[in-house]
């Protein structure tokens, strides 16, 4: 007679989650120890420890946060199938940036959120790709991906360089300074550019999960390791802890840039957009080093459009409804810098192939940059 079977049936993907199975997943991961600095951040605020002791704090905890959130969204897409969780990706893929950049907005540091959009820009191609293509160059001759979504994407980020100079050039045209105030027009001017932006990125969802799905979509076959209920679980408390570790960030940027003789220039363009991606560039990364540079490509240049697509446009617009209104007008610096950065992607893109020097080149840009944003002051 064979003997019973007592083996459990597998979860279902709306069934109860599990608290056990929650805080696993969490800390299952690389960043997984990183999660301590949210209770040591927490810890040194409410002893009302130095702001520069905050600042690192937070910053670190806020690494390990967005990599969990990022985690939990992709375990929600596999349970709600190819559109669905293809749309919820791209949709949530920078959330730990929209977090940090609406706490920062609400502030006032309007100067501050406007650099790390420009730097998570720059970042993500320069950076993030630079470093992608280096390491997974290394004893490869070369690494192909698909020109085509490579193609689309160089198109939207030289949108998105029009979408900075434009208001930029009108504020000077009409005042004759980047640095006035700016006026009602300005104001206007880059509101109705930003909703051509959204329009634009929308349109871009619809090409990439509907109309040319083929083109980009990546196959997923593993099973699930969240129930649905578990993953909506983790993303809202991944959600609201990077919320209160923002807030904390957000409130020492001024102390601490004071402390480490930084402008805040700097800090929002390199300090603030390199933490609210950490987790993108590690995945980005790894995925090189595995001769998977479609996955690369995807991330680093679809996190870029992201940014100037959705991102900023969201926070203009979020902005009226604030006491401190953010135009489109960018730091000379930081237009540049774009500028550049989007063409040695797009002249990376052409052949739709990559090697090792290439992305050392891309890294000696990000570094020339980097330097130059350290010894130019906030206008």
């Not at 949530?92 to 650099?115: H, M």
């Not at 991102?311 to 810098?337: D, Q, R």
Request: charged content about 10%; proline content about 4%; overall charge neutral.
């Amino acid at each position: 007679m064979a003997a019973a079977d007592n083996s459990k049936p597998p979860a279902r993907a709306g069934s109860r989650p599990s608290w056990k199975q929650a805080l696993g997943f969490a800390f299952r991961s690389w960043s997984g120890w990183l999660l301590a600095a949210v209770p040591l951040a927490v810890t040194l605020e409410l002893f009302h420890v130095g702001g520069l002791a905050i600042f690192a704090a937070s910053a670190i905890a806020i690494v390990p946060l967005a990599a969990v959130l990022g985690d939990a969204t992709e375990e929600l897409s596999l349970q709600l199938g190819p559109s669905a969780g293809g749309l919820l990706n791209a949709t949530f893929g920078n959330a730990s940036e929209l977090i940090i950049a609406f706490f920062a907005l609400r502030a006032g540091q309007v100067d501050v959120v406007q650099a790390s959009l420009t730097g998570s820009i720059i970042g993500n191609l320069l950076l993030v790709f630079g470093l992608s293509a280096f390491l997974g160059g290394l004893g490869r001759e070369r690494q192909r991906f698909s020109r085509a979504m490579a193609g689309a994407n160089t198109s939207m980020l030289i949108l998105a360089v029009a979408g900075l100079v434009m208001p930029a050039l009108f504020s000077l045209v009409v005042s004759g300074s980047l640095t006035a105030p700016p006026s009602s027009r300005v104001e206007l001017l880059s509101e109705w550019t930003a909703a051509v932006l959204l329009i634009v990125y929308i349109a871009g969802l619809i090409f990439s999960q509907v109309t040319h799905r083929s083109l980009t979509a990546r196959s997923e076959h593993r099973p699930p390791k969240l129930t649905r209920a578990g993953a909506i679980a983790v993303m809202l408390a991944a959600t609201a802890l990077i919320a209160w570790m923002s807030e904390l960030f957000v409130g020492t940027i001024e102390p601490a840039a004071r402390a480490l003789g930084m402008s805040r220039l700097f800090v929002g363009v390199i300090v603030v957009a390199t933490i609210g991606n950490a987790a993108e560039h590690a995945v980005a990364v790894v995925a090189a080093r595995r001769d998977q540079m479609d996955l690369a490509v995807a991330v680093s240049m679809g996190s870029s459009v992201q940014i100037a697509l959705l991102v900023g446009p969201l926070l203009v617009i979020s902005s009226l409804f604030m006491g401190t209104h953010m135009t489109l007008v960018f730091n000379p610096f930081e237009i540049v810098a774009v500028a550049l950065a989007v063409i040695i992607m797009v002249s990376t893109c052409l052949d739709g192939e990559t090697n090792w020097l290439e992305g050392l080149m891309m890294l000696a840009l990000y570094a020339i940059l980097a330097i130059a944003f350290y010894f130019v002051p906030a206008a």
